[in-house]
T-cell receptor
Framework: GAVVSQHPSWVICKSGTSVKIECRSL??????MFWYRQFPKQSLMLMAT?????????EQGVEKDKFLINHASLTLSTLTVTSAHPEDSSFYIC????????????FGSGTQLSVL | QKEVEQDPGPLSVPEGAIVSLNCTYS??????FMWYRQYSRKGPELLMY????GNKEDGRFTAQVDKSSKYISLFIRDSQPSDSATYLC??????????FGTGTSLTVIP
């Protein structure tokens, strides 16, 4: 199966700092990547859709200035949580589509962010 | 109404039991169906993928789609403690939109 690499797996930061999370498709080119947020024992919440070479599309209620997404190449998308606060602590997961009609969605291993 | 509805459980079964996980969906637009397994603090792993009605088998796993009743199921035969995880059903419509169920937490007791 396709491999999506995400790192770091864990990050602890002080309030007010920025954190960057990387998501790479290792064996395929991903024109579209998705970023999700997941709270304990809850399902995936789509934050934004990232398209290579264009601006990300954010879901309603997600602050684009706080969660900066860059998809500069066909194998790399980054999510930067700017001026992080404790309420931003969460599990963040990226994913990428693959297939003739992008019908298969593969996920990274996730990043647990803890903001002190 | 949500695109995909899933019973959150939790579900607890003895080792060796047959597990049945179920979801319903509301939009009949052309679609693909998927089942994911997610261990705690890990990203979801694609288990099964299908787009047609009927059954699709892969080892101990069988995915079943009934488009007439808008029902999708995942069966796990000879369940093992390592199957303990949260299982997410998902659907993709035309376009690039994926919809996920809330997940069913499964525990297989040795």
């Amino acid at each position: 199966g396709a491999v999506v690499s995400q790192h770091p797996s864990w990050v602890i930061c002080k309030s007010g700092t920025s954190v960057k999370i990387e998501c790479r498709s290792l064996d395929f080119q991903a024109t579209t990547m998705f970023w999700y947020r997941q709270f304990p024992k809850q399902s995936l919440m789509l934050m934004a859709t990232s398209n290579e070479g264009s601006k990300a599309t954010y879901e309603q209620g997600v602050e684009k200035d706080k969660f900066l997404i860059n998809h500069a190449s066909l194998t790399l998308s980054t999510l930067t949580v700017t001026s992080a606060h404790p309420e931003d602590s969460s599990f963040y997961i990226c994913s990428a589509t693959r297939g003739q009609t992008n019908e298969k969605l593969f996920f990274g291993s996730g990043t647990q962010l803890s903001v002190l | 109404q949500k695109e995909v509805e899933q019973d959150p459980g939790p579900l607890s079964v003895p080792e060796g039991a047959i597990v049945s996980l179920n979801c319903t969906y509301s939009n009949s637009a052309f679609q693909y169906f998927m089942w994911y397994r997610q261990y705690s603090r890990k990203g979801p792993e694609l288990l099964m993928y299908t787009y047609s009605s009927g059954n699709k088998e892969d080892g101990r796993f069988t995915a079943q789609v009934d488009k007439s009743s808008k029902y999708i199921s995942l069966f796990i035969r000879d369940s093992q403690p390592s199957d303990s995880a949260t299982y997410l059903c998902a659907k993709k419509n035309t376009g690039n939109q994926f919809y996920f169920g809330t997940g069913t937490s499964l525990t297989v007791i040795p």
